[in-house]
């Protein structure tokens, strides 16, 4: 996986897949044109998860409405496979079903297919880093839906399982801070350190978490009430 900085898209590997030949196309070369650099395209979902695999994109920019495997089983493969991969989605279903859904399969944003170019390529570069992106509307959604989640009991606990891993006063002031939707530039500018130090500190929590993205990650931290904190 690239060691993707905040210098420019140049080193983010972006792969695309939809199964209309003009508009992959025309997005993967407007991609390509900016500087991202475009490694692979795909038309349905079980090329998708080939191709994802062989390529090793960080960002896989991904429609839905895939012939042969629906794109939400493309997203949970391609994440289960390789959990440092980051899936946009790409879709021109602003349904809260299938929004929630996406996220849900591992989706890290979800942007509807209305949106510009420079929308496109502003969320694929936060994507890249691990900000959750989402149409205007959307994101409030997803945050309701855990928040509902959260509320649901927790099922019985088996008494043999080890405690939950200790993290340290800086980790658990990060994770407090994504779980109230800033991302990772707006947390750097708030605890006066680097980019880099706050990507740091969230992939060692997934670490000792076991949790596997950004969305598991808010997730758990709204279970235990840090963003209300």
Same mark, same amino acid.
């Given at each position: 996986m690239t060691d993707i900085t905040q210098d420019g898209p140049g080193s983010i590997k972006v792969m695309v897949v939809d199964d209309h030949p003009m508009w992959r196309d025309a997005v993967a070369r407007d991609l390509a044109e900016s500087g991202f650099e475009v490694v692979a395209t795909a038309g349905?979902?079980?090329?998708?998860?080939r191709r994802a695999k062989a390529a090793v994109p960080d960002v896989l920019v991904l429609d839905l409405n895939l012939p042969g495997k629906p794109g939400v089983q493309v997203c949970k493969e391609v994440v289960a496979a390789d959990p440092a991969l980051r899936v946009l989605v790409l879709s021109a279903s602003g349904e809260h079903a299938d929004v929630?859904?996406?996220?849900?399969?591992?989706?890290?944003?979800?942007l509807l297919k209305s949106a510009s170019t420079e929308e496109l390529q502003d969320a694929v570069r936060r994507t890249a880093v691990g900000d959750p992106v989402f149409t205007p509307g959307l994101a409030g959604l997803v945050?309701?839906?855990y928040r509902r989640l959260a509320s649901? +009991?927790?099922p019985a606990q088996d008494t043999d399982? +080890?405690?939950? +891993?200790r993290l340290t006063d800086r980790e658990t002031e990060v994770l407090r801070l994504v779980a109230k939707g800033l991302s990772y530039k707006q947390i750097a500018e708030r605890l006066v350190i680097s980019h880099r130090t706050v990507q740091n500190h969230v992939q060692n929590t997934l670490g000792k978490l076991q949790l596997h993205n950004r969305v598991e990650l808010v997730r758990y931290a709204i279970e235990r009430g840090l963003d209300d904190e």
């Amino acid at each position: 996986m690239t060691d993707i900085t905040q210098d420019g898209p140049g080193s983010i590997k972006v792969m695309v897949v939809d199964d209309h030949p003009m508009w992959r196309d025309a997005v993967a070369r407007d991609l390509a044109e900016s500087g991202f650099e475009v490694v692979a395209t795909a038309g349905d979902g079980d090329q998708a998860v080939r191709r994802a695999k062989a390529a090793v994109p960080d960002v896989l920019v991904l429609d839905l409405n895939l012939p042969g495997k629906p794109g939400v089983q493309v997203c949970k493969e391609v994440v289960a496979a390789d959990p440092a991969l980051r899936v946009l989605v790409l879709s021109a279903s602003g349904e809260h079903a299938d929004v929630l859904e996406a996220v849900k399969s591992g989706a890290t944003g979800y942007l509807l297919k209305s949106a510009s170019t420079e929308e496109l390529q502003d969320a694929v570069r936060r994507t890249a880093v691990g900000d959750p992106v989402f149409t205007p509307g959307l994101a409030g959604l997803v945050l309701g839906e855990y928040r509902r989640l959260a509320s649901e +009991p927790a099922p019985a606990q088996d008494t043999d399982e +080890p405690k939950a +891993p200790r993290l340290t006063d800086r980790e658990t002031e990060v994770l407090r801070l994504v779980a109230k939707g800033l991302s990772y530039k707006q947390i750097a500018e708030r605890l006066v350190i680097s980019h880099r130090t706050v990507q740091n500190h969230v992939q060692n929590t997934l670490g000792k978490l076991q949790l596997h993205n950004r969305v598991e990650l808010v997730r758990y931290a709204i279970e235990r009430g840090l963003d209300d904190e």
